[in-house]
């Protein structure tokens, strides 16, 4: 990271993107106001309190103690920035792109927009939305334009919830401008902060490397859960046969099926791109469309496996007592956001099956009625008619789930014993 000047900060959403971009700014020496309309967020911030995994308190604790960071969240009083970074969420809505957050951001920022500041987006989105909705929206509201009397570009986020190898700091970031000035006005900040600043031509280019990534898990996720359930019916393990095709040392790339995706990237960032091609060239994106409806069907195929598993053990789901261990999208983290997890409870319950679920991660209400919070106790994997590993965290002790579970379904491949029936 280079040498550089003390700026006024400004970053749109203190989400699991906003809030560890915020605190990175003020721990090199820049002023920081992040901006978070949700109140409940907002009351926990000022009194120092992380909802962000990649954040802890103590760190929370000293950008505010050191005057270096401030939490707001009304709009009108935002500074004057030398530099604003949105990072709001871009969510689907009806199986399109819904912008609205982006453009609340923009509309703010653009009262408060200086010549010669510099607004990045990086929220995910499909290519374009830089220039033409932010630039829009700044440019008609401040009367600037856009790589003339101030700096406008895109980076990607790459943050990966509770990943304690690559973090924002040592993984490589995307930077675009709409123009040389703009790029360069990106690289400078961004080298601020980051380890390494990767420089692309255009913010169309950096939208989609985005798109692109995560396409590609995607894609190759939904090849191996497809891959998972027709093993299943030749009754060949597919465990086994991914960790043979392992043993190539080139041309592939290991992939595990699980009981479907979740987070912000899988379930939506793909359909971005397949809307824009759908919009602006009138065709499908077959893959994309495809992938999504192996994923989204994994949960169904899970619960289908459960019924099939308690049948051939003399019990129906209704009645069951069912114990899911993890309720996140992934392990180590708690983030639920669409977490294939909050399907399989709901398509339990609507079976009649009596659901408990243990994660020691996710805190947050996820507006499961009917099911009970628990922890992974003895007691409580004992008295289960069946033990369902959907997120495989660290915390669970999975040789005495093993030891103590009546009757155990594996969509991680990780617990130990014969007796442990897997995806």
């Not at 913010?203 to 985005?210: D, M």
């Not at 191996?224 to 095709?245: K, M, Q, R, T, Y």
């Not at 040392?249 to 979740?262: D, E, K, W």
Request: charged share 25%; with cysteine.
């Amino acid at each position: 990271m280079a040498e550089h000047a003390s700026r006024s900060v400004v970053v749109m959403g203190q989400g699991y993107v906003g809030l560890p971009l915020a605190m990175r700014a003020a721990e090199v020496g820049h002023s920081v106001v992040g901006f978070e309309p949700d109140r409940r967020r907002l009351a926990m911030l000022s009194k120092a309190t992380s909802y962000v995994e990649d954040v802890d308190s103590a760190t929370l604790r000293a950008a505010i103690e050191a005057g270096r960071y401030r939490p707001e969240c009304d709009a009108d009083a935002l500074p004057r920035f030398d530099v604003a970074v949105i990072a709001v969420p871009t969510p689907l809505r009806d199986h399109a792109p819904d912008l609205a957050a982006v453009e609340e951001a923009s509309h703010a920022l653009a009262r408060r927009l200086s010549p010669g500041a510099l607004v990045m987006l990086e929220s995910t989105t499909y290519p374009g939305t830089t220039e033409e909705v932010v630039g829009t929206i700044l440019e008609r509201s401040s009367g600037l334009r856009a790589g003339v009397d101030f700096h406008l570009g895109y980076s990607s986020e790459r943050i990966d919830p509770g990943n304690k190898a690559f973090g924002l700091v040592n993984t490589p970031k995307l930077v675009s401008g709409v123009n040389e000035s703009s790029l360069a006005a990106a690289v400078e900040f961004y080298d601020s902060i980051v380890d390494t600043v990767v420089p692309v031509s255009t913010p169309a280019v950096a939208e989609l490397a985005k798109l692109l990534e995560n396409t590609f898990r995607h894609v190759n996720i939904a090849l191996v859960n497809e891959l998972a359930v027709f093993a299943h019916e030749l009754g060949i393990d597919v465990w086994e046969a991914i960790d043979a095709a392992s043993t190539k040392p080139f041309g592939f790339m290991r992939f595990t099926p699980g009981p479907g995706v979740g987070g912000h990237c899988l379930p939506v960032d793909p359909s971005y791109l397949s809307w824009r091609v759908r919009q602006d060239l009138g065709r499908s994106f077959r893959f994309v469309e495809l992938a999504n409806d192996i994923n989204d069907h994994m949960p169904e195929h899970v619960v289908s496996r459960i019924g099939e598993l308690l049948n051939r053990n003399y019990r129906s789901v209704n009645g069951s007592r069912i114990l899911l261990l993890g309720l996140a999208y992934k392990a180590n983290s708690g983030d639920a956001r669409e977490s294939p997890a909050i399907v399989v409870a709901e398509q339990l319950m609507a079976l009649g099956a009596e659901v408990r679920a243990a994660d020691p991660h996710v805190v947050e209400d996820l507006g499961l009625d009917g099911v009970k919070r628990v922890e992974a106790t003895a007691e409580e994997i004992s008295c289960a008619d069946l033990v369902v590993l959907l997120t495989d965290h660290d915390e669970f002790d999975l040789d005495a789930v093993c030891r103590d579970a009546r009757l155990i379904f594996d969509t991680r491949h990780r617990v130990p014993g014969k007796a442990v029936e897997c995806l």
